[in-house]
Structures are given as structure tokens and as C-alpha cells.
């Protein structure tokens, strides 16, 4: 069975800097989906950034990106210029690529912002 | 297009109680899911349904039922509450990755708050 392993649970970073979130995976599969979700205190979840196991360049989404390492199975969020609203939740989120689109998560990081 | 829409927000149950939490989407997806969130745990499979007719258990499926009547409906039942139960209950539609040729994001419902007393 597949795994997802976030083994920071509490990270802090101040205001305007860059915080790395870790995430470890275990999988049999060659192909499948990463994902990064945020949960603010609203409770909704909220899509950071998804990977394609199959794409060797690592996904971007303004000052959020990842550090996809396929042979060690880790997947880290990078987080630059860090701001307030970047507080919250973050879980580590694995998929196959066919079939049920089972979401398997990690445990989460929570995210403080320091002003 | 209101997404996928839960209800209640908050409920408090007495052990034993029944009761379903509703869950809806508009985007005619055809994949729904249940999740449960526990402190610590990350969020956990439940049920889910890839169409109409058809649920398959997840990670926790124990003291959950399901059914899918509808593509827009996916309804989550407590027979008999329990203390464990108490949780935050997500539900998450997607399309289909087969028919779709791009859409593998699962978009994910406000969460209802559980309480088991």
C-alpha cells in the first residue's frame, strides 16, 4: 500500500523568507500524481501545486514549487517570500495515475508566518 | 456553480444516533469520495464512487455506509455514532481521469464537523 510521510509537524518561517515543507513517499508504481494542499483555518482545502511522476522538470506555481526526486521518493514544498496568508495546513497528497482517484495523504505540516 | 456543497456544518451526536451527512456537486463529476480528518492523521479514505450505482470502501469504511443514486449526490451514514467518529468529514468530487483529458484535481467540499458524545 502507499504511503505519504510528512515528518515536520510544526514549521515556522518569518515574513518575507523561504520555508522548505517535507514530504516522503512509498509506492510500487513508475506513474502517478503528487499533490501539495493547503487548509487555512477556513477548513477548505485548497490545491498548492500537483507533479506528474512521469515529468522530470519540477512543477511551479508563482512562489510556490517543488523538489521532486524520484528515485528517493521525496517531494518537498518550496514556499519564497513568505506571506501572512501562506499560514496554514499543508499536507503531502500521493495518486495513482489510473483508476479510483484515491487520494492518499501525509499527516501535514502547520505553517506559522512570524510578522 | 456552487462546487461540491456539505451539510451540516456542525453537528453534535449522542452514541448510538443515527444520522447522513450530505454531500452534492454541480460539475457532474463522476468520481465522489469521503474523507475523515483526525489531529495528526491527515485525511483518510472513507467510501468512494467512480459513477452512479457504484461505491467501493476505502480506509476506514467501518461503521460508514454509502450510497450513489445520483452523479450529483453521495450521502455518508452513521448507523450507530460512536465516540471515534468524532471527526472532520471532507467530501471530494473529480472528473473522471479517463474522459477527462486534464482534469485530475480533486475539489473538496467545506468539511462538516462531527461530534460523538
Known amino acids: 500500500a502507499q504511503t505519504v510521510t510528512q515528518s515536520q509537524p510544526e514549521m515556522s518561517v518569518q515574513e518575507a523568507e523561504t520555508v522548505t515543507l517535507s514530504c516522503t513517499y512509498d509506492?510500487?508504481?513508475?506513474?502517478?500524481?503528487l499533490f501539495w494542499y493547503k487548509q487555512p483555518p477556513s477548513r477548505q482545502m485548497i490545491l498548492v501545486i500537483r507533479?506528474?511522476?512521469?515529468?522530470?522538470q519540477n512543477a511551479t506555481e508563482n512562489r510556490f514549487s517543488v523538489n521532486f526526486q524520484k528515485a528517493a521518493k521525496s517531494f518537498s514544498l518550496k514556499i519564497s517570500d513568505s506571506q501572512l496568508g501562506d499560514a496554514a495546513m499543508y499536507f503531502c497528497?500521493?495518486?495513482?495515475?489510473?483508476?479510483?482517484?484515491?487520494?492518499?495523504f501525509g499527516q501535514g505540516t502547520r505553517l506559522t508566518i512570524n510578522p | 456553480n456552487a462546487g461540491v456543497t456539505q451539510t451540516p456544518k456542525f453537528q453534535v451526536l449522542k452514541t448510538g444516533q443515527s444520522m447522513t451527512l450530505q454531500c452534492a456537486q454541480d460539475?457532474?463529476?463522476?468520481?465522489m469520495s469521503w474523507y475523515r480528518q483526525d489531529p495528526g492523521m491527515g485525511l483518510r479514505l472513507i467510501h468512494y464512487?467512480?459513477?452512479?450505482?457504484?461505491?467501493d470502501q476505502g480506509e476506514v469504511p467501518n461503521g460508514y455506509n454509502v450510497s450513489r443514486s445520483t452523479t450529483e449526490d453521495f450521502p455518508l451514514r452513521l448507523l450507530s455514532a460512536a465516540p471515534s467518529q468524532t471527526s472532520v468529514y471532507f467530501c471530494?468530487?473529480?472528473?473522471?481521469?479517463?474522459?477527462?483529458?486534464?482534469?485530475?484535481?480533486?475539489?473538496f467540499g467545506p468539511g462538516t464537523r462531527l461530534t460523538v458524545t
Open positions: 507533479q506528474e511522476a512521469y515529468k522530470q
Open positions: 471530494a468530487s473529480s472528473s473522471h481521469p479517463i474522459l477527462a483529458s486534464s482534469s485530475y484535481e480533486q475539489y
Open positions: 460539475m457532474n463529476h463522476e468520481y
Open positions: 464512487s467512480v459513477g452512479a450505482g457504484i461505491t
Open positions: 509506492t510500487s508504481e513508475s506513474d502517478y500524481y
Open positions: 497528497a500521493y495518486r495513482k495515475i489510473q483508476g479510483a482517484q484515491k487520494l492518499v
